[in-house]
């Protein structure tokens, strides 16, 4: 699951788009703007490339690394005061753009919102949210009745994802549901 996949809350949407970033704020006075990037495909904004801010089209100028997270400047803005209008902006490209995965594994648009049900076919609600940990993944699962659910991403745990049928098949380790 990443971009080489999209790995944070890349979600696609109805129009075939998926978010590969959010803008939280503007760097320096030539119209930077700090990106939140919710891909681990750091080409995706390298100068020259074209993506969908705020649902318009935008040719990358320039990116810096000046904390570990992207500042990107975009065509047509060129001062502080003009990069102040992109705060809050989704950063998307078309879904088509992503490559193809190898078996096995998926982009996260793809799981989020699949439902979950035990071996036994036990519905246990849906997937929520995905958590990137050093270890593995963890799925949120969102219960209807009940808090979430916490379940490790590890093939002890997450036995078949369906994504035609849209179902998560799980086997909770002991104690993972109380």
């Given at each position: 699951?990443?971009?080489?996949?999209?790995?944070?809350?890349?979600q696609?949407?109805?129009?075939?788009?998926?978010?590969?970033g959010?803008?939280?704020?503007?760097?320096?006075?030539?119209?930077?703007?700090?990106?939140?990037?919710?891909?681990?495909?750091?080409?995706?904004?390298r100068?020259?490339?074209?993506?969908?801010?705020?649902?318009a089209?935008?040719?990358?100028?320039?990116?810096?690394?000046?904390?570990?997270?992207?500042?990107?400047?975009?065509?047509?803005?060129?001062?502080?005061?003009?990069?102040?209008?992109?705060?809050?902006?989704?950063?998307?490209?078309e879904?088509?753009?992503?490559?193809?995965?190898?078996?096995?594994?998926?982009?996260?648009?793809?799981?989020?919102?699949?439902?979950?049900?035990?071996?036994?076919?036990?519905?246990?609600?849906?997937?929520?949210?995905?958590?990137?940990t050093?270890?593995?993944?963890v799925?949120?699962?969102?219960?209807?009745?009940?808090?979430?659910v916490?379940?490790?991403?590890?093939?002890?745990?997450?036995?078949?994802?369906?994504?035609?049928?849209?179902?998560l098949?799980?086997?909770?380790l002991?104690?993972?549901l109380?």
């Amino acid at each position: 699951m990443t971009d080489s996949a999209d790995p944070t809350p890349a979600q696609a949407d109805d129009g075939g788009r998926v978010a590969v970033g959010r803008i939280n704020g503007t760097w320096g006075l030539r119209g930077h703007v700090k990106v939140t990037p919710y891909t681990a495909n750091k080409d995706r904004f390298r100068p020259g490339s074209r993506l969908l801010v705020g649902g318009a089209p935008a040719e990358v100028l320039d990116v810096v690394y000046p904390q570990a997270y992207p500042c990107v400047r975009f065509a047509g803005y060129d001062s502080i005061e003009a990069a102040e209008d992109l705060r809050g902006a989704l950063i998307e490209i078309e879904a088509a753009e992503l490559p193809a995965l190898p078996e096995g594994e998926y982009y996260r648009h793809d799981l989020i919102g699949l439902r979950v049900v035990t071996r036994e076919g036990e519905p246990l609600g849906e997937l929520a949210d995905i958590l990137a940990t050093g270890a593995n993944d963890v799925y949120v699962v969102r219960r209807a009745a009940a808090p979430d659910v916490l379940l490790p991403a590890i093939a002890d745990v997450v036995l078949r994802v369906d994504l035609v049928a849209r179902e998560l098949v799980v086997d909770p380790l002991p104690g993972l549901l109380d």
